[in-house]
């Protein structure tokens, strides 16, 4: 079966400290990756996404930076944290056409 | 305009009554159509997905797609407490390049 870690599930950081929350996918091969913000009482927001190695789309401008190494690991990132990127953040995936799967999400404050 | 519109709600209905919660999205080509239940401070799990027009049964569940008026809504019968949460549309197009689109969500309440 399949299954998706995402770590760590909390973490407060310092405004302009660098980012780095990593997921990983068990069980599956060449899913469609996601990395999703939720402000809080908000709707989630699509940050990246990518259907394959390398390959990165961008949703929204901003500090934050995706990157995807190998088929089944999606890394964001980021060098200089501003207040405004606290928020929940959930990676997903997908394969074409169907349901999408969620981590557990990495709740990060910055202080 | 939104891709993917949802009443934010709060919606409240009491207990054992049916809940109705709907979303409209805006891109035509959309395939595939998701709901999601999220719990505060949790990650969304799937509840239901519909790919075609008509009507779509999973217990208490009910997913209705009218794909003509773009517009897709997720029925909850004999509505409990522990159904009480956000509830997501999410919109996928076809092709291996879709992305996942999700509405702010409603929230619902079922009262005692």
């Known amino acids: 079966s399949q299954t998706i870690h995402q770590w760590p599930a909390t973490l407060v950081q310092p405004v302009g400290s660098p980012l780095s929350l990593e997921c990983t996918v068990e069980?599956?091969?060449?899913?469609?990756l996601y990395w999703y913000r939720q402000a809080a009482g908000r709707g989630l927001q699509l940050l990246f996404y990518?259907?394959?190695?390398?390959?990165i789309s961008s949703e929204v401008p901003q500090n934050l930076s995706a990157s995807r190494p190998q088929d089944r690991q999606f890394i964001l990132s980021s060098k200089k944290l501003l207040l405004s990127d606290s928020g929940f953040y959930l990676c997903a995936w997908t394969r074409t056409g169907t349901e999408a799967f969620f981590g557990q999400g990495t709740r990060l404050t910055v202080v | 305009q939104k891709e993917v519109e949802q009443n934010s709600g709060p919606l409240s209905v009491p207990e054992g009554a049916i809940a109705s919660l709907n979303c409209t999205y805006s891109?035509?080509?959309?395939?595939?159509f998701f709901w999601y239940r999220q719990y505060s401070g949790k990650s969304p799990e799937l509840i239901m997905f519909i790919y075609s027009n008509g009507d779509k049964e999973d217990g208490r569940f009910t997913a209705q797609l009218n794909k003509a008026s773009q517009y897709v809504s997720l029925l909850i019968r004999d509505s409990q407490p522990s159904d009480s949460a956000t509830y997501l549309c999410a919109v996928k197009g076809g092709g291996t390049a879709s992305k996942l689109t999700f509405g702010t969500g409603t929230r619902l309440q079922v009262t005692l």
């Open positions: 891109d035509r080509g959309s395939q595939s």
């Open positions: 069980g599956t091969s060449n899913p469609n």
């Open positions: 990518s259907v394959g190695i390398g390959q």
